[in-house]
C-alpha cells in the first residue's frame, strides 16, 4: 500500500474551507460545540463525507460518522480515523480539523485508488471535544466510548444556560444511532501537536505511545490580613507568601527530576488584594501531568507533604479540592509500530513521544486499540489563531495515517 | 501640668457618637472623604468646635480647625494637635477620629481648667487622609504643609468621577482661608498603632520616634503563554513562576535581614489565568518600608539585581514601575521626650517606635516640630470594624497628649 498517496491539494483545501467556516463579526473562528456555527461546519463536513460517496450515520449524542462498508467487508469491525470539529472561540484551523478531515482524505484516496480493504473504514467527528460551552470536554467520544450515561450529557448544561440536548435537536444533528453502535477494530487519530517538541527537534512525525495522566487542583492558603508598613516580617501569617512557596516548590520539583512531570499554576488571587495589606487568603490552581501513573502519584504525594509542613511553618491553614484526575493513557504498540512504519517507508522522521494534551483517542482506548499520530505545531502554540503547521507537515502526517489505516483495514 | 486630666466619658462618648454617623444601609462606616457622609461627621466635628467655645477655621483645601485663642497669646505660633476624621470603606471608628477628638478633649479640659497657654492651640481635622476615593493619602496635609499645589490638588478626580473641590463645594467644606494660614508651633498626632507591636509587647504608650519610608512598585513580568500539558518544564518562559521567586526572595531577604525592612506583595494577577495555560503575563504590586533610607535603598536596588537576574535566567522580561516613593520622617526629639516624660509622671508603660504606616504627621514636620503618640490596636487589627482600642487605653494616651500640649503651650 506504501505507493497509494492522498490528494495533498483536496485536503488543504478542505483545511482552508473549513477554517473559513464559522467566523464572528470580527473575523474570529468560533464553532463552539452545538452552536449556529458549529452547524454550519458540521452541515460542510457531511456534504464531503457524502461527495466521497461515503455512508453518513450520526448518533444521539451527535457524533458524525462517514462509513465506507463493502458487502464483502461489511460483517467486520471497522477501521476508526478521527478527532473532532468543534473549536475554542478564537481557534486556529487545524486542531482537530485536521485529524477528521485527513481521515476523510485517506478514506477517500484508498476509495478512489480501488484499494479493497478487508473492513470498513469510519471517519468520525466527536461531538464536543473541547468542552468551551458544556462540561467534561471529549463528551462525545466519552458517551461513545460508555464512559459517560447518554442521558445525562445530553442534560449538560451549557454555560449560556442552555441544553446541549435541545442544542443538538435545535442544529440537527441529535441523531438516531445509540452511541458505540459501532465497535471500531482500530482507531487512530491525526492530530497537531500542540507543544513544541517536534519542531524543537526537527522531526516531521509523532509516533504518540501514551496519554499523560491530569491532576488538576485547587488550593486556598487562609493566613491573615495586616498592614503591611506596621507588621513585622516575623509576626506575618502571609498566605500570599505561602502560594509563593507553594508554585517555586513545584517549579523546582518538576524541573528537577528526572522524570517526565509537568506543573503549571496558571490561575492565581489573593484577598483583599490591596498593596498595603498583608493577603489573608491567596487562591491558585496547579496542573499536574505525567504519562506515569506512579509519577503522578509520587508528586501528588510530595505537593500533600509540602503544604502540611508549609500550613505549620508559616501559619497559614491549607485546602486542597480535586478539580479533575486521569489516569495515564497507554495506547495499543502495535499500532504505534505501524505509524512507525509508515513514517520509515515515506521518509519523515519520527519519533515516539507522549501527549500532554487530552483527545478523543484517550476515551476510544477504552473500548478499542488506539493510538496517535502528531504533526509539528509552529512554536507549539495551539488554541490560537497563530496555530500552524506547514501544508508539507500536513500532508506527510495525512500520507502515513493513509499508510497505517490501509494496514489496519487488512487485518 | 500633671495634675490636669481629660474628661474621658465625654471623650469616650464622643468617639462612639462620631463612629456612629456615617454608616451605610448595611451598616458600614463610610465617611469617604468629601461625601455626604463625611460632611455628615465632620457638621458634628464643628459642632463639638463651637461647644468647646473654639473658633472655627475652614481652608481651602477643607481641612478644619478649632481655635483656642485669647488676647494674650494670639501673635504666637499655636500648638496644633490633630489627625483626619475621614475613613476607609467599612472602616472602625478609632482610625485619625481619635487623634482628632482627643486633641479637642485636651484642649477644652485646659480651658476648663483654667489654664493659661503662652500660645494658642489648635485642634485639626485634615482632608481626605486615607485616600480611597481622591488620591494621594494625607492630601489635606501635605496641601497644608505646602507638599502639594492647591489647584492640583482640588482638581482631583475622584475614583468615582466627581472632581474633590467641587465636592467639598457641594457639601460646604470649600473654606475661605488659604492652607498653611497657620504656622504651627509644634505638631502633635495621636494615633492607634494600627500594628501589633505595644500589644505584644503589653506597652501602653509608643512615643513615634519616626516613620518608615515607604517605596511602592508595580511589577510586570512577561514570559509566553504555553500549554500546560505540552511544553517540558525546560522550556518554559513562566511569567507565574518568576514572579513567585520573586515574593519569596523578598519574604527571605526582609525576614533574614537585621534591618527593619518590611516587604510585601498585596496584589497579583496571572494571564491569560486559565488553568491549563502557563502564565504569560504576572502583574503584581511591592510594598517595601524601611525606617531607615539607607537600607529602603539597599532594598530597592536587591530587588533590581534580583530582577536582572531573573529576567536572564527564567527567559522573561521584567518592568518595574515606581508607585509611591516617600523618605523615611525623623520626628522632633524634644517633642518624643516630652511623650516620654508625659508617660512617666501619669504611670503608663511606654517605649519609642517607628510608624510603620503613613500619617499626617508626616505631612506637618515638613513645616514644623512634629511627633506621635501610639496606642495599642487589638490584634493590631485597623481598617476594618475590628479596629479596637479599650477605654482605658485611650484615656491614657489622651493624657499624656494633653500633658505634651500643656507643656508645649508654654513654651
Redesign the interface.
Given at each position: 500500500m506504501s505507493n497509494l498517496t492522498i490528494n495533498a491539494d483536496r485536503l488543504l483545501g478542505r483545511i482552508q474551507e473549513l477554517g473559513g467556516i464559522g467566523r464572528d463579526a470580527q473575523g474570529r473562528l468560533v464553532r463552539v460545540a452545538a452552536s449556529d456555527m458549529d452547524k454550519l461546519g458540521r452541515d460542510r463536513l457531511v456534504g464531503w463525507l457524502e461527495e466521497a460517496g461515503l455512508e453518513v450515520a450520526i448518533d444521539r449524542i451527535g457524533n458524525i460518522f462517514g462509513i465506507w462498508k463493502t458487502g464483502a467487508n461489511e460483517s467486520q469491525a471497522p477501521v476508526m480515523l478521527g478527532s473532532h470539529i468543534d473549536t475554542v472561540i478564537d481557534a486556529g484551523i487545524y486542531d482537530g480539523c485536521y485529524g477528521v478531515l485527513a481521515g476523510l482524505e485517506a478514506i477517500e484516496s484508498l476509495k478512489e485508488a480501488g484499494f479493497a480493504p478487508a473492513r470498513p473504514l469510519v471517519v468520525a467527528a466527536f461531538t464536543n471535544e473541547e468542552g468551551v460551552r458544556f462540561s467534561p470536554d471529549m463528551m462525545g467520544s466519552l458517551v461513545f466510548a460508555g464512559g459517560r450515561d447518554l442521558e445525562e450529557a445530553l442534560a449538560s448544561v451549557g454555560t449560556d444556560g442552555t441544553v446541549l440536548g435541545k442544542e443538538l435537536e435545535r442544529i440537527g444533528y441529535a441523531g438516531e444511532h445509540e452511541p458505540g453502535f459501532l465497535k471500531p477494530h482500530a482507531y487512530v487519530e491525526l492530530h497537531v501537536?500542540?507543544?513544541?517538541?517536534l519542531e524543537?527537534e526537527g522531526i516531521a512525525v509523532g509516533a504518540v505511545e501514551n496519554l499523560?495522566g491530569?491532576s488538576?487542583q485547587r488550593i486556598t492558603i487562609d493566613g491573615e490580613a495586616?498592614?503591611?508598613?506596621?507588621?513585622?516580617?516575623?509576626?506575618r501569617r502571609?498566605a500570599?507568601?505561602a502560594?509563593?512557596?507553594v508554585?517555586?516548590f513545584l517549579?523546582d520539583r518538576?524541573?528537577a527530576s528526572s522524570t517526565?512531570t509537568?506543573?503549571?499554576?496558571?490561575?492565581?488571587?489573593?484577598e483583599p488584594?490591596?498593596?498595603?495589606?498583608?493577603?489573608s487568603r491567596a487562591t491558585f490552581?496547579i496542573?499536574l501531568?505525567d504519562p506515569d501513573e506512579m509519577h503522578l502519584r509520587e508528586m501528588e504525594a510530595a505537593l500533600v507533604a509540602f503544604l502540611d509542613k508549609l500550613a505549620a511553618s508559616a501559619g497559614v491553614t491549607v485546602q486542597a479540592e480535586s478539580?479533575a484526575r486521569f489516569e495515564p493513557v497507554t495506547f495499543d504498540a502495535r499500532i504505534v509500530s505501524l505509524i512507525e512504519d509508515g513514517a520509515r517507508g515515506a521518509g519523515p522522521s519520527c519519533r515516539r513521544m507522549t501527549?500532554?494534551?487530552?483527545h478523543d483517542a484517550q476515551m476510544i482506548a477504552r473500548v478499542a486499540p488506539s493510538a496517535m499520530i502528531f504533526v509539528p505545531s509552529r512554536g507549539?502554540?495551539?488554541?490560537s489563531p497563530a496555530e500552524f503547521t506547514a501544508p508539507d507537515e500536513l500532508v506527510a502526517g495525512a500520507n502515513i495515517l493513509l499508510d497505517v489505516a490501509a494496514r489496519l483495514a487488512a487485518d
Open positions: 501537536e500542540q507543544g513544541p517538541v524543537r499523560q491530569i488538576w495586616n498592614h503591611a508598613g506596621t507588621t513585622p516580617m516575623s509576626m502571609d500570599g507568601v502560594a509563593a512557596r508554585i517555586g517549579a518538576a524541573g517526565r509537568v506543573a503549571t499554576v496558571g490561575t492565581i488571587a489573593f488584594n490591596a498593596i498595603n495589606v498583608i493577603p490552581t496542573d501531568r478539580l501527549s500532554g494534551a487530552g507549539g502554540i495551539s488554541h
